[in-house]
Antibody, heavy 122, light 110 residues
């Protein structure tokens, strides 16, 4: 059973950088048939896709956030990462990491982390 | 890129069927069979219930079904049960190699 777990600070100051880690267990992040994704949900609002990353480091970003985003992967640690720079209160959200299949395996987000609430406040 | 369009809310009585629509463009829903649907109960993690338009993951009730016509995808829940009361989100792959979510639909089982 694949499990994902987000970790990182729950409080970030405005204008600083939000950094999160997703640790994957029960499966390899080097899978050639999965992407690894970040998704967020502001309190009381809907889901927003942030980015996908493949085990080889190729990545795809939400255009509305792209200028502030960096995603990366460490296959040796079975982890992937999210950085969002210059955060504002609008970045306050529950951040989820998730696994997404490629076309041949089904393209849904089939496994999710429990989510981590990140609040941007001074 | 704009979010996919879903109705804000739908409702139905136990035993009835309801359908939730998800409208996009030819650059997303209309161009690919990569639409998926998620169920989210309050305070819980989203759960995949339909992938690639009309496929159910193992363990998901066959009361959930999906379809697509043109730029609009649909989720149908038959034999409504109280436990189906939740928020439902659609997603689609896009021609920009990105993923779009719908705004979400709150289902009330009256």
């Amino acid at each position: 059973q694949v499990q994902l777990q987000e970790s990182g600070p729950g409080l970030v100051k405005p204008s600083e950088t939000l950094s999160l880690t997703c640790s994957v267990s029960g499966g390899s992040i080097s899978s050639s048939v999965h992407y690894w994704s970040w998704i967020r949900q502001p309190p009381g609002k809907g889901l927003e896709w942030i980015a996908n990353i493949y085990y080889d480091g190729s990545s795809y970003y939400n255009p509305s956030l792209k200028s502030r985003l960096t995603v990366s992967v460490d296959t040796s640690k079975n982890q992937f990462f999210l950085k969002v720079t210059s955060v504002t209160a609008a970045d306050t959200a529950v951040y989820y990491c998730a696994r997404r299949g490629i076309a041949s395996t089904g393209t849904g987000f089939d496994y999710w982390g429990q989510g981590i609430l990140v609040t941007v406040s001074s | 890129q704009s979010a996919l369009t879903q109705p804000a809310s739908v409702s139905g009585s136990p035993g009835q069927s309801i359908t939730i629509s998800c409208t996009g463009t030819s650059s997303d829903i209309g161009g690919y069979n990569f639409v998926s649907w998620y169920q989210q109960h309050p305070g819980k993690t989203p759960k995949l219930i339909i992938y690639d338009v009309n496929n159910r993951p193992s363990g998901v009730s066959n009361r959930f079904s999906g379809s697509k016509s043109g730029n609009t995808a649909s989720l149908t829940i038959s034999g409504l049960q109280a436990e189906d009361e939740a928020d439902y989100y659609c997603t689609s792959y896009t021609s920009y190699s990105t993923v779009l979510f719908g705004g979400g639909t709150k289902l009330a089982v009256l």
